[in-house]
């Protein structure tokens, strides 16, 4: 069965600081690979998600994230966080490229300005 | 395109009451979705549909649930006697096939 390993329940960082949040899946085929934030009321939007083809993604709001298939890691970043990108982050792995997703539990960001 | 809404947006109930939700995907979306999230979790997926006909369901589905997507448009979610372990966010989420999901700001059940 596949499955997300999000480590990091909470991250703290100081605006204009660089952003790396990590996601480990294990999955038995080449994964669907997503990173969807969510805030406070909101729905979760995708910010990004990966395939096939180029391991670097980029994805809305200036994040990217790379897939390394050694590691079975698809950690997002962003070179400098923004207050605006403070909330709860999911890393997520679909099968078969359909959207039945298998989420992790969630990376909360906090951004001290 | 007004984007995935549900309804309520919160629903308070006693134990052993039955719930309805409801979902308005965004129009001409073949795709349904129901995702079920607790507290300190990550989204859990419950059923979907494609057009009318109900393609999966999850093990986390009980006999207590039921979803309907009559005539392809609109999806309700049914709860029969809940229970307090009921009590979480219910999110909708539509796409066309294959491509990305738009989900809803969800229903949040609480059950007493």
């Known amino acids: 069965a596949q499955s997300v390993t999000q480590p990091d329940i909470h991250i703290t960082v100081s605006e204009g600081a660089s952003l790396e949040l990590r996601c480990n899946y294990s999955y038995g085929a080449t994964p669907y690979l997503f990173w969807y934030v969510q805030s406070p009321g909101q729905g979760l939007q995708l910010l990004l998600k990966?395939?096939?083809?180029?391991?670097l993604v980029q994805g809305i709001k200036g994040f990217e994230a790379e897939f390394k298939r050694s590691q079975s890691s698809f950690n997002l970043r962003k070179p400098s966080v923004h207050w605006s990108d403070a909330a709860e982050y999911f890393c997520?792995?679909?099968?078969?490229?359909?959207?039945?997703?298998?989420f992790g539990t969630g990376t909360q960001l906090k951004v001290e300005l | 395109d007004t984007g995935v809404s549900q309804d309520p947006r919160h629903k308070i109930t006693k134990r052993g009451q039955n719930v309805t939700f409801r979902c308005d995907p965004i129009s001409e979306h073949n795709r349904l979705y129901w995702y079920r999230q607790t507290l300190g979790q990550g989204p859990e997926f419950l059923t979907y549909f494609q057009n009318e006909a109900q393609l999966e369901k999850s093990r986390l589905l009980s006999d207590r649930f039921s979803a309907e997507r009559p005539k392809g448009s609109f999806s309700t979610l049914e709860i029969q006697r809940t229970e307090q372990g009921d009590s979480a966010m219910y999110l909708c989420a539509s796409s066309y096939v294959g491509e990305k999901l738009f989900f809803g700001s969800g229903t949040q059940l609480s059950v007493l």
């Open positions: 997520a792995v679909g099968a078969g490229g359909g959207n039945k997703l298998t």
């Open positions: 990966y395939f096939s083809g180029d391991t």
